[in-house]
């Protein structure tokens, strides 16, 4: 895949990696020879992840994470070091994509949005920032996930959109702050089906929901009882791997570089931004 292996060797924490983009990105790069910390309130997902990690060849350790309680995200921080002695890079990857009219919902539904996507992210790196800043050597990274949503405006949205706007925000400053010292990138990546939209996952509650995303992915026809494999449009072509690909080159970069915002798409992507 690349022509230098700037990954081997790396400890590498990745939250929300239970299933989905996190799981595959985790895979990816302990197969380029990372050593990988998967961190999830999914434990079974965690641990099967961990299994299949190691049954290919790779090395990898998963503990429970919460990222909407700052206690657990200290205690996944302390895991990683006290297991692997440093955390030379953090995924936040964890995030979840409530949609519909905003006063339709409960507001615990939409502040849950907040708290996993936005403070989620700010609190797994406030555990592990102070460990990365002293733990010397080369230059720790810090790769979080955010959305195409956090650009582009979208009926029944808000909520998750501005959760993934603040990423950027949050992102932005950090870099001019941490100069020299961290690296931090923002990954935007498009509509991925197979971590939420397929049939059954439990992202288009009613109707409406079903609405927000059939306008979001322009297939006003979209419900909850289709499987995106069946679409006309090419939803089901946006794999984890494709994000995973992108992550990984971002990582797998010289020391002296590095990549501020990368935006992963699919060839006759639907929604148009």
């Known amino acids: 895949m690349y022509n230098e292996n700037y990954v081997q060797g790396k400890v590498i924490a990745i939250t929300g990696a239970g299933g989905g983009i996190g799981l595959q990105t985790a895979k990816d790069l302990a197969e380029l020879g990372a050593k990988v910390v998967i961190g999830d309130v999914n434990e079974e997902g ?41 955390i030379d890079v953090l995924i936040p990857v964890a995030g979840i994509m409530p949609c519909g009219d905003f006063d339709r919902y409960n507001i615990k539904k939409w502040t849950l949005a907040l ?28 790769v979080g996930v955010s959305a195409y949503s956090a ?45 939420g939209l397929k049939k059954g996952a439990g992202i288009s509650e009613d109707d409406q929901a079903c609405g927000a995303i059939g306008k979001f992915i322009n297939d006003p026809n979209f419900t909850n009882t289709v499987d995106v494999d069946t679409l006309d449009q090419p939803l089901n072509e946006a794999k984890p791997e494709l994000i995973s690909n992108a992550i990984c080159y971002v990582i797998n970069q010289p020391e002296g570089a590095f990549i501020t915002d990368i935006m992963p798409s699919f060839s006759n992507d639907p929604v148009k931004y």
């Not at 790779?58 to 700052?70: K, N």
């Not at 609190?123 to 720790?140: D, N, T, V, W």
């Not at 979208?154 to 950027?168: D, H, P, R, V, W």
Request: charged share 25%; proline share 4%; aromatic share 10%.
């Open 115 to 142: 708290d996993i996507n936005l403070k989620g992210q700010v609190q797994i790196i406030h555990a592990c920032l102070p460990y990365m800043l002293k733990q010397g050597g080369k230059m720790p990274q810090v």
């Open 46 to 86: 965690a641990a099967k992840g961990v299994e299949e990690i190691k049954a290919a060849g790779g090395e990898a350790s998963w503990i429970r994470c919460d990222v909407t309680d700052y206690e657990s995200c200290a205690a996944m921080a302390k895991f990683v070091v006290d297991t692997y002695g440093r």
């Open 151 to 195: 650009l582009r405006i979208a009926t029944g949205f808000a909520i998750y959109g501005a959760s993934k706007a603040g990423l950027k925000m949050f992102y932005d400053d950090l870099r001019p702050e941490y100069a020299g010292r961290v690296k931090f990138t923002l990954v935007y990546p498009g509509t991925v089906a197979e971590t």
